[in-house]
């Protein structure tokens, strides 16, 4: 099978409210959330994933709260994207501003109906999985940015218990003033399988 996809919608969606208060999305659309660790683009693979998704942002001041739910759909060549029965993904993405000069603290919620183990879809009656996480990042000099993330989850697919972490950590030392805007980064990232 070719990695492409002869006719590709990225995005199209309704948005009702405004931007800088509470909207509404309802519609195929892009989300990105942990800088795109979490639920983002795939730069790896030639074919970016598709969702269908309703998702209500609501802004006050230094708070930001998306509270979603998302449907994935296969991208298949020469046709339309084909809904993944059961595959939903629902959750809540926290950024508050406040809390830490220079920085934002981001928790968030996420619940997966039809899980992957392996790379294989679960279609288990039990099947299920809760991801539970926080990410800190920053700056926390002119010189000196961070990004600091960890997740937990727990749940069932295929038969087997789901219990797992994760975390990823960046320091990056440097500035845009710099010649070539040189900076150094250090990345730690590790997960428990």
């Known amino acids: 099978r070719r990695n492409d996809d002869f006719l590709h919608v990225r995005e199209a969606y309704v948005s009702l409210g405004r931007s800088d208060q509470s909207q ?10 942990g800088d795109d660790r979490l639920i983002g683009r ?16 609501l802004r006050h ?8 739910s998302m449907a994935f759909r296969e991208v298949e060549e020469d046709r339309v994207d084909r809904l993944v029965q059961g595959n939903r993904l629902h959750g809540f993405y926290g950024q508050i501003g406040s809390w830490i000069p220079g920085g934002q ?3 968030y919620v996420l619940y997966s109906s039809r899980p992957r183990v392996n790379g294989v879809q ?3 009656p039990d099947s299920g999985s809760y ?3 926080l990410r800190v990042a920053g700056s926390a000099t002119d010189w000196l ?29 440097g500035r845009d003033s710099l010649p070539l805007r ?5 990345l730690h990232d590790y997960a428990s399988g």
């Not at 509404?24 to 959330?33: D, K, N, P, S, T």
């Not at 230094?62 to 979603?68: E, M, N, Q, T």
């Open 122 to 124: 679960d279609r288990g």
């Open 145 to 173: 940015n961070y990004d600091f993330e960890f997740t937990g989850q727990r749940g069932h697919a295929r038969g087997i218990e789901l219990r797992g972490w994760a975390s990823a950590e960046s320091l990056s030392f």
């Open 182 to 186: 040189t900076r150094l980064r250090v």
């Open 105 to 107: 603290v981001e928790p």
């Open 61 to 68: 001041g230094d708070y930001r709260f998306d509270i979603f």
């Open 42 to 57: 795939r730069n790896w693979h030639s074919v970016d994933p598709v969702w269908d998704a309703a998702r209500l942002v």
């Open 24 to 33: 509404l999305h309802v519609g195929r659309q892009e989300l990105a959330y």
């Open 131 to 133: 991801t539970a996480g």
